[in-house]
């Protein structure tokens, strides 16, 4: 089992930054592909960033690219995501993931989820 705890979300105005970190526990956390999605009200949750175990390889949704910056530091067992130019479309529940493998953009081949960060960006 890996455990997955996000943090970092918050209220921020358009133009805004802010940075999540997503910590992981319970098992070799360089042996996992991680990911950052996202639900908003009334919307499915969708992929926001993806990152190879090594971190040498990323992966962005179009919405988000050139924005936001997924990294993560194997020694701190910690994802992080830097957001960046914010707006009110970003505003949502952001979960990070896990799986063993090749990181990937389709939320069910993830086998390990953490509560969620609310990230609401004000007009």
């Known amino acids: 089992q890996v455990q997955l705890v996000e943090s970092g979300g918050g209220l921020v105005q358009t133009g805004g930054s802010l940075r999540l970190s997503c910590a992981a526990s319970g098992r070799t956390f360089s042996n996992y592909a991680m990911g950052w999605f996202r639900q908003a009200p009334g919307k499915e949750r969708e992929f926001v960033a993806g990152i190879s175990r090594s971190g040498s390889s990323t992966y962005y949704a179009d919405s988000v690219k050139g924005r936001f910056t997924i990294s993560r530091d194997n020694a701190k067992n910690t994802v992080y995501l830097q957001m960046n130019s914010l707006k009110p479309e970003d505003t949502a529940n952001y979960f990070c993931?896990?799986?063993?493998?090749?990181?990937?953009?389709?939320?069910?081949?993830?086998?390990?989820w953490g509560q969620g960060t609310q990230v609401t960006v004000s007009s």
């Open positions: 993931a896990a799986r063993e493998g090749l990181a990937l953009t389709i939320e069910r081949r993830y086998d390990y």
